[in-house]
């Protein structure tokens, strides 16, 4: 099993800046992606951004150029920095890891974090 530890959420006001962190423990070998999820309410949770274990990034069109996903290996951690917020990005921020044995993937997720953006 992976644990996930989220930290990062709060309320900020629109502009602002918000920086989400991620720490993965236990069986941790074989991760292949970590990234970053939302779901507003009443939503379905959606892709933010995923960084691959060979530093690639892909992003949700909403948030390109705003925000910035990053990971330490040597902590196991993935952040996400968020600048330029706006209400539209209000939700629950669930972290993600996924994990590749041999054929089969596996999906872990955090417990969530609040982000609140006050216009």
């Known amino acids: 099993q992976v644990q996930l530890v989220e930290s990062g959420g709060g309320l900020v006001q629109a502009g602002g800046s918000l920086r989400l962190s991620c720490a993965a423990s236990g069986r941790i070998f074989g991760i292949t992606a970590m990234g970053w999820y939302r779901q507003a309410p009443g939503k379905q949770r959606e892709l933010v951004a995923v960084?691959?274990?060979?530093?690639?990034?892909k992003y949700a069109d909403s948030v390109k150029g705003r925000f910035t996903i990053s990971r330490d290996n040597a902590v196991n951690t993935v952040y996400l920095q968020m600048n330029s917020l706006n209400p539209e990005d209000t939700a629950d921020y669930f972290c993600?890891?996924?994990?590749?044995?041999?054929?089969?993937?596996?999906?872990?997720w955090g417990q969530g974090t609040q982000v609140t953006v006050s216009s």
């Open positions: 960084i691959t274990s060979d530093g690639s990034t």
């Open positions: 993600n890891v996924r994990r590749k044995i041999i054929t089969l993937e596996y999906d872990y």
